[in-house]
């Protein structure tokens, strides 16, 4: 696959193989408080962080052939992530293998419905790939928008750990 070319397509977006190009759309949004406010301990990534989390997903994709997907809109402008990571028994926090996705979409987009349309396509093609049999997702509690969102696509909630809710998944049979 070419980084640039879509891994799939929506309406209105277009969801592209995470590249060395989307580094600096990671930096912006990970530098905006309301964007991170539900993430971590709430705080801006540094820089360290960012290119941390940059290389980790170009890593995965290469080892996994799937991964984190920059979202972009029909005028080509990044808008936002989905993040797409395997995670192992241990790494899940549901006591069995998973694919873990999250999102985040740029406040300048918020409202418009890009989140559930971006992490939809991402679910669906998942599942119709055969690249997962189940999926999880973390939320905290009080980013009830978030947690909305997961219950559109058939999240359902599996357990807490303080203030993080654990979603989960399952591939549908057929």
Same mark, same amino acid.
Request: aromatic share 8%.
């Given at each position: 696959?070419?980084? $640039?070319?879509?891994?799939?397509?929506?309406?209105?977006?277009?969801?592209?193989?995470?590249?060395?190009?989307?580094?600096?759309?990671?930096?912006?949004?990970?530098?905006?408080?309301?964007?991170?406010?539900?993430?971590?301990?709430?705080?801006?990534?540094?820089d360290?962080?960012?290119?941390?989390?940059?290389?980790?997903?170009?890593?995965?994709?290469?080892?996994?052939?799937?991964?984190?997907l920059?979202?972009?809109?029909?005028?080509?402008?990044?808008?936002?992530?989905?993040?797409? $990571?395997e995670?192992?028994?241990?790494?899940?926090?549901?006591?069995?293998?998973?694919?873990?996705?999250? #999102?985040?979409?740029?406040?300048?987009?918020?409202?418009?419905?890009?989140?559930?349309?971006?992490?939809?396509?991402?679910?669906?093609?998942?599942?119709?790939?055969?690249?997962?049999?189940?999926?999880?997702?973390?939320?905290?509690r009080?980013n009830?928008?978030?947690?909305?969102?997961?219950?559109?696509?058939?999240?359902?909630?599996?357990?807490?750990?303080?203030?993080?809710? #654990?979603s989960?998944?399952?591939?549908?049979?057929?």
């Amino acid at each position: 696959m070419i980084p $640039n070319s879509p891994w799939v397509r929506t309406e209105r977006l277009e969801l592209r193989r995470w590249a060395p190009e989307h580094l600096e759309g990671l930096r912006a949004l990970a530098a905006l408080p309301e964007v991170v406010r539900y993430v971590g301990d709430g705080t801006p990534w540094d820089d360290a962080t960012v290119a941390a989390k940059h290389e980790a997903a170009l890593e995965h994709w290469r080892r996994s052939g799937f991964g984190w997907l920059a979202v972009h809109d029909a005028s080509g402008a990044f808008v936002g992530l989905v993040s797409v $990571n395997e995670r192992s028994v241990g790494e899940s926090g549901i006591g069995v293998p998973a694919v873990e996705i999250g #999102y985040w979409v740029a406040p300048a987009a918020w409202g418009r419905g890009y989140g559930t349309e971006a992490a939809g396509a991402v679910v669906d093609e998942l599942f119709a790939r055969g690249l997962a049999e189940r999926l999880v997702a973390r939320h905290d509690r009080a980013n009830t928008a978030s947690g909305r969102l997961l219950g559109k696509l058939g999240f359902v909630p599996h357990h807490a750990v303080d203030a993080l809710v #654990y979603s989960v998944l399952e591939r549908p049979a057929g």
